[in-house]
């Protein structure tokens, strides 16, 4: 007759750990950010304190929008077209960053998941990340 011990499979090593770098999570900016809110900036510049064109908000908000667009450009459909013209009137990065999710399917649906996986991964410099499940808040830009 088996004793109970016997019947139990045997214990197995545990698989090496894997050599992978943890991923990082993209996070939404904060809906404001420390950055001055748009009408701010406009009454300046209308006023004559600085100039629309040197702020680097908007700047870095141009470029981004661009980036995001040409993601698209060599797909030719009527999502793609109707996608990019909601990319061009996005009016801050956390707009941006709630479409990645549409471009990133219709890249797939296009070409490939890892077409759309490689060319989103660039964006994300564009967004704060950490690590999941860390619990620290994401580092405010």
């Not at 992978?20 to 001055?36: A, M, N, Q």
């Not at 900036?41 to 141009?62: C, K, M, Y």
């Not at 964006?123 to 619990?135: K, M, V």
Request: charged letters at 25%; one cysteine or more.
């Amino acid at each position: 007759m088996l004793s109970h011990r016997a019947s139990r499979p045997a214990h197995r090593a545990s698989p090496e750990p894997a050599t992978t770098p943890p991923r990082l999570e993209v996070c939404p900016p904060r809906p404001f950010g420390d950055e001055e809110p748009l009408v701010k900036r406009l009454w300046r510049s209308v006023s004559g304190h600085a100039a629309l064109q040197d702020d680097p908000v908007l700047q870095r908000l141009r470029a981004a929008r661009e980036e995001f667009s040409a993601v698209l450009d060599d797909i030719a459909d009527r999502d793609a077209h109707f996608l990019q013209q909601r990319l061009l009137h996005c009016r801050s990065l956390r707009e941006l960053w709630h479409l990645r999710s549409e471009i990133f399917y219709l890249v797939a649906r296009h070409h490939s998941q890892q077409e759309a996986q490689a060319r989103l991964a660039p964006l994300n410099r564009y967004f704060p990340t950490r690590a999941p499940g860390s619990g620290f808040a994401p580092p405010d830009f």
